[in-house]
């Protein structure tokens, strides 16, 4: 008789039902392999490469714009050059990390330009940057 393991007649059938067991194993092992690679990544130090196409993480950007008139303007407002030097400097020394982004009108004295980003490395800024317009647009 099939299930018949050899024992009495009105026994129940005695085995183990294996499928249960290794769908339970299955689930534990991928719990362990996720909190596994959870763990891992928080406590492993990791120096990434650079990228020429990467962008920075979590650092402050201030814009910094020269009108056609030679008129500076820091995040909008009007500033003279040693106004802007200034509020550069307090933002350098708040956060390292801080960027300039410097636009400036096309019709502008190269000159004018240069004195800009003088003021700019003055102030202790270390990554800056020039806005430009795509190509196309």
């Given at each position: 008789m099939?299930g018949?393991?050899?024992?009495?007649?009105?026994?129940?059938?005695?085995?183990?039902?294996?499928?249960?067991?290794?769908?339970?194993?299955l689930?534990?092992?991928?719990?362990?392999?996720?909190?596994?690679?959870?763990?891992?990544?928080?406590?492993?130090?990791v120096?990434?490469?650079?990228?020429?196409?990467?962008?920075?993480?979590?650092?402050?950007?201030?814009?910094?714009?020269?009108?056609?008139?030679?008129?500076?303007?820091?995040?909008?407002?009007?500033?003279?050059?040693?106004?802007?030097?200034?509020?550069?400097?307090?933002?350098?020394?708040?956060?390292?990390?801080?960027?300039?982004?410097?636009?400036?009108?096309?019709?502008?004295?190269?000159?004018?330009?240069?004195e800009?980003?003088?003021?700019?490395?003055?102030?202790?800024?270390?990554?800056?940057?020039?806005?430009?317009?795509?190509?196309?647009?």
């Amino acid at each position: 008789m099939a299930g018949d393991i050899g024992g009495k007649k009105g026994k129940g059938v005695v085995a183990i039902n294996v499928i249960p067991l290794v769908d339970i194993m299955l689930v534990l092992l991928i719990i362990f392999m996720v909190t596994a690679a959870v763990q891992t990544a928080k406590n492993v130090p990791v120096q990434v490469p650079k990228a020429s196409t990467g962008a920075a993480g979590s650092s402050t950007a201030i814009n910094l714009s020269v009108e056609k008139s030679g008129i500076l303007r820091l995040d909008g407002a009007v500033v003279d050059a040693a106004a802007a030097q200034r509020m550069l400097r307090e933002s350098i020394r708040r956060d390292s990390t801080t960027q300039v982004l410097l636009s400036a009108d096309e019709a502008l004295n190269y000159a004018r330009v240069v004195e800009v980003l003088d003021l700019i490395r003055a102030a202790g800024v270390g990554k800056y940057a020039l806005k430009v317009r795509a190509a196309g647009s």
